[in-house]
T-cell receptor
Framework: AQTVTQSQPEMSVQEAETVTLSCTYDTSENNYYLFWYKQPPSRQMILVIRQEAYKQQNATENRFSVNFQKAAKSFSLKISDSQLGDTAMYFCAFIQYSGGGADGLTFGKGTHLIIQP | DTGVSQDPRHKITKRGQNVTFRCDPISEHNRLYWYRQTLGQGPEFLTYFQNEAQLEKSRLLSDRFSAERPKGSFSTLEIQRTEQGDSAMYLC?????????????FGQGTRLTVV
């Protein structure tokens, strides 16, 4: 069974600072995807960034980037120039790729990120 | 079609009652997932459908839970004889099956409170 661990229940930074959220996972699979999802208060979960395990290059989406260390099974999210709208719960998630498609996501417990003005 | 929609958004029920939730996925998506999220936790996978076929069920899905997707479009999740431990946010997500298509789009969820 896969597990996802987020060791930081809550983080708080000042606006415009850079923040890194940690995530480790455990799997025996070789083909999988990793995600960071954002869940703002009382709003739906949205995808922030995705990483395919077979790609060595770290994914980047504007101010969001990941540090994917496959051997260490580590997948951290870096948010640069943080904004007030980044305040949310952030979930690291894993999905096994099983040929024709993917199965259910396994989520970590989340990190509550607070951006202070 | 702007996204995954769930109905109702909130449901308060008395213990022992049955409840049913509905999820309308993005129209061209053939995979539909149900998750449960309790306070302070990440979502936990319950079950998923590919078209109308229910392909996997978590052991979290007790006999009191049943899900259907009769025509491969919308889905319903029914909880019979609700218990206080069923209080949670129930999330629906949909995706398009195929290599490289792994992004799941989530609805806003149905918050269930059992009193």
């Amino acid at each position: 069974a896969q597990t996802v661990t987020q060791s930081q229940p809550e983080m708080s930074v000042q606006e415009a600072e850079t923040v890194t959220l940690s995530c480790t996972y455990d799997t025996s699979e070789n083909n999988y995807y990793l995600f960071w999802y954002k869940q703002p208060p009382s709003r739906q979960m949205i995808l922030v960034i995705r990483q395919e395990a077979y790609k060595q290059q770290n994914a980047t989406e504007n101010r969001f980037s990941v540090n994917f260390q496959k051997a260490a099974k580590s997948f951290s999210l870096k948010i640069s120039d943080s904004q007030l709208g980044d305040t949310a719960m952030y979930f690291c998630a894993f999905i096994q790729y099983s040929g024709g498609g993917a199965d259910g996501l396994t989520f970590g417990k989340g990190t509550h990120l607070i951006i202070q003005p | 079609d702007t996204g995954v929609s769930q109905d109702p958004r909130h449901k308060i029920t008395k213990r022992g009652q049955n409840v049913t939730f509905r999820c309308d996925p993005i129209s061209e998506h053939n995979r539909l997932y149900w998750y449960r999220q309790t306070l302070g936790q990440g979502p936990e996978f319950l079950t998923y459908f590919q078209n109308e076929a229910q392909l996997e069920k978590s052991r979290l899905l007790s006999d009191r839970f049943s899900a259907e997707r009769p025509k491969g479009s919308f889905s319903t999740l029914e909880i019979q004889r609700t218990e206080q431990g069923d209080s949670a946010m129930y999330l629906c997500a949909s995706s398009l099956r195929g290599r490289g298509n792994t992004e799941a789009f989530f609805g806003q969820g149905t918050r269930l409170t059992v009193v």
